[in-house]
């Protein structure tokens, strides 16, 4: 048991309760008939072999730059060396714009209850942000989620019954606004009177997360017990994968959400000038509220994952630890449908083709949207695929 939950105060937990969400618990899932047994044993024994890669996939050999293991892109090695922050954002049209998106590296978007939906940032380089909000409560499955960058994970509350059992292990460091049995917020968030709801006015900043992992004895370096340093199978920067080597891609330059995110109306449009897929949210750009730069995207991925309803308040939990089931990677304005598998909640997830070879990404920024298989929708190019049954599917 974590030595914060001797921290709890009955006002500051009954304050939590106010914060709705689910904890996520990995289900035994069960592969489709697609993806037989012999094929996940070979995807598994690829990956266990990626990390002893002397050469880049390309089969090149390995420059001498550093680079990130989020996007591709050469960074710092002291940046390199630290862990990332995950930062809970609200969807809320009100709570628009937001700070700090222009640092995100890969960006998430998953249902909750009530049809609304929650974004997290995963940001590498993040210690000279000035404003970072505003921040809302988690679920547990983003916690999960977000545990395979080894990340300070970054909330403001979340629903003791369904968060506790994840925020009590000790393999997270987490800081939370709201203080009490789900851990301490150690002077890390600051309120700003923006004329919005209460709710909307929760920020921090690198400053003050900095303190505030001071105050709770949380290393800012990667922990190499917890560290993966593979997250995604990239390209080499020069040499883009247009996906058009796999006989299924298809063209892919509108992506609709709405059919799993009602609310947000999530949806990306591709710009072949620079390459990139620009989101909207409520049919408007989502833009940095500092910059005002709109959140673009060299790579965005749809992963379909089991879920299930828990509490009495339409709580969904839904399974990011799984193989098998089906996703959908999409880059340089074409789709190509995928399987997907993760092994552990410190490992990274594996996009691989039918014939078990894995897709590379091009080097830049990730979207991905996790929506519920059997239920959700989502639409390319005007044609709505469902999820169930084989990839690509029309909806009749």
Request: negative net charge; hydrophobic residues 35%; aromatic residues 12%.
């Amino acid at each position: 048991m974590k030595k914060r939950l001797s921290m709890l105060i009955p006002v500051a937990a009954a304050f939590c309760l106010a914060f709705t969400g689910t904890v996520s618990s990995v289900f035994a899932a069960n592969a489709p008939a697609a993806v037989t047994a012999k094929q996940e044993t070979a995807v598994m024994a690829a990956d266990s072999n990626s990390s002893s890669d002397k050469k880049t996939d390309s089969g090149k050999k390995e420059d001498k730059v550093t680079r990130s293991i989020l996007t591709n892109k050469e960074i710092d090695p002291e940046i390199a060396k630290q862990r990332p922050i995950a930062v809970m954002y609200p969807i809320n049209y009100e709570a628009q714009p937001q700070y700090g998106l222009s640092n995100v590296d890969v960006f998430y978007e998953m249902i909750e209850e009530g049809s609304m939906s929650r974004q997290m940032g995963i940001i590498q380089d993040w210690q000279n942000i000035g404003q970072i909000g505003n921040i809302r409560s988690t679920r547990s499955y983003f916690v999960l989620e977000a545990m395979r960058y080894d990340p300070i994970m970054i909330h403001f509350g979340g629903p003791i019954d369904w968060l506790i059992k994840v925020t009590d292990r000790d393999d997270l460091d987490n800081l939370n606004g709201v203080g009490g049995v789900l851990g301490g917020d150690y002077g890390a968030f600051y309120r700003v009177d923006n004329g919005k709801a209460m709710e909307h006015t929760a920020y921090t900043s690198s400053d003050y997360i900095k303190n505030a992992c001071a105050n709770a004895g949380y290393t800012l370096s990667i922990r190499p017990q917890y560290y993966d340093s593979r997250q995604f199978y990239f390209n080499d920067e020069d040499d883009r994968n247009t996906l058009e080597q796999y006989e299924d891609s298809i063209p892919a330059t509108n992506i609709d959400m709405s059919g799993a995110f009602p609310v947000t109306q999530s949806s990306l449009v591709y710009n072949e000038e620079d390459h990139k897929y620009y989101k909207y949210l409520y049919g408007e750009p989502q833009v940095d509220a500092v910059t005002g730069e709109q959140m673009a995207f060299d790579n965005v991925i749809i992963q379909e994952a089991k879920f299930k309803y828990v509490g009495n308040h339409g709580y969904v939990d839904l399974d990011t630890i799984s193989r098998g089931r089906n996703a959908y990677v999409l880059t340089e304005g074409r789709c190509v449908p995928a399987h997907w598998w993760r092994k552990d909640v410190h490992k990274h997830t594996t996009y691989y083709y039918k014939d078990k070879s894995r897709i590379h990404l091009n080097t830049g920024k990730t979207m991905i949207f996790i929506i519920r298989d059997h239920l959700d929708t989502f639409s390319l190019d005007g044609v709505t695929y469902s999820t169930q049954g084989d990839p690509l599917t029309p909806v009749q």
